[in-house]
Structures are given as C-alpha cells and as structure tokens.
T-cell receptor, first 116, second 115 residues
C-alpha cells in the first residue's frame, strides 16, 4: 500500500542534543511538508519542499533543519536551538509541484517528541 | 495573509442527529478549501475539498460541506452522526495568490458524538 511512514513513533531528546525524525513516502509525490502540532494551536508549517534538492522555510523554521536528497525522503532535524521541542510532528506529501496544486496533502501518523 | 477560524473548540451531538462543524476563512482571491479528520495519535485524513463549481461538496464517510463565498464560510455537515465520528476536525485553506502550495489550518474542533 502506498503511504507515508514516520519513525520513530516516540522520541526523547536530552538537553543540548540534536534529533532527527524520519519521513518516507512511496506515493511518488513531488511535494513534502513538516508540521508541528501543539494542543489548541492546530498545525504550524515548519519546512516544505516542492522538489528534490530544494526546500523553503515555513512559519516556524527556527531551531529546525531539513534535507531533500531523494524524492521519497524528507528528514527533519530538531536542533538544540529549539528550546521548546515537545510536540507532535507530522509529515505530509502532495502531488504536483506547481505552486497552486489543488491536490490534498497525505499525512503520516506522526512522531511524538518529548524532552528528558 | 490567509487565515482560518474554527470558532468552536468542541461540538457535542447525540448519535443520529445532524452535525455541523463551523469554519470561516480569509484569503486574497479564490480559495481552495479542505476538511481533515484526526483520530488520537494518528495523522490527518482527508475528508473533502472545494476547488470550484457546486457549492455543496460531498466527501468520505457521509460528510459534506457547503461553500458560501459571501460569508467566507465552509461548514462541515453530516445528516446523521455516529459515535465513530468522534474525532478532531481541521479546516484548511490555500490561497491562489501567493502562499504557494502551503495550507493554513484552523485550530481544530473536537467532535463528540454520544449515545
């Protein structure tokens, strides 16, 4: 079955540590996204990529970094500069790299990150 | 800048009764509008979208939504609620002038359907 796989499901970060969240899709989608979900705040966009080797900052990119070396993969690194990393992180993808695609985004099942 | 408002944090409905989850939006130009549902500790699932055409859009699991341009609203509806519909519902908008391929989400509405 085609879909988006996020791993791990739960992740714990120590003070001063960088951690990387994995996101892999086999939907052959061009665009991929990372969101952060906090209770009562909905989803906020961290980074997005519309094509391999290119990505743009979203609304809350500070303290995060990404890479897009392969079409299927869009890992997110939460750096030690992110002082409040505890949240539910969601990865999504959509078809069509054009700017105004009307295709819906498909989501993985998330990674819950906590501070030790 | 584009924005979405979901004015109700929680909606309670008895099983078998109709349900409505409200959404209003603000964008420049014509919008693309989406509804998603989220079950606990899961990702979002796409329910339906409005792009153009008929103002009443039908989607998955018996849900529908009505686009009202004059009121800038896109309320989600279902004629007869099920207990299994209990979940967190998100409205999202994508503007067609600027903003690229980005969605802006509302803060979510928790739907609780009781027997």
């Amino acid at each position: 079955d085609g879909g988006i796989t996020q791993s791990p499901k739960y992740l714990f970060r120590k003070e001063g540590q960088n951690v990387t969240l994995s996101c892999e899709q086999n939907l052959n989608h061009d665009a991929m996204y990372w969101y952060r979900q906090d209770p009562g705040q909905g989803l906020r966009l961290i980074y997005y990529s519309q094509i391999v080797n290119d990505f743009q900052k979203g609304d809350i990119a500070e303290g995060y970094s990404v890479s897009r070396e392969k079409k299927e993969s869009f890992p997110l690194t939460v750096t030690s500069a992110q002082k409040n990393p505890t949240a539910f992180y969601l990865c999504a993808s959509s078809s069509g790299q054009q700017s105004y695609s009307n295709q819906p985004q498909h989501f993985g099942d998330g990674t819950r990150l906590s501070i030790l | 800048a584009q924005s979405v408002a979901q004015p109700e944090d929680q909606v309670n409905v008895a099983e078998g009764n109709p349900l409505t989850v409200k959404c209003t939006y603000s964008v420049s130009g014509n919008p693309y509008l989406f509804w998603y549902v989220q079950y606990p500790n899961r990702g979002l699932q796409f329910l339906l979208k409005y792009i153009t055409g008929d103002n009443l859009v039908k989607g998955s699991y018996g849900f529908e939504a009505e686009f009202n341009k004059s009121q800038t609203s896109f309320h989600l509806k279902k004629p007869s609620a099920l207990v299994s519909d209990s979940a967190l519902y998100f409205c999202a908008v994508r503007g067609l002038t600027g903003g690229g391929n980005k969605l802006t989400f509302g803060t979510g509405t928790q739907l609780k359907v009781e027997l």
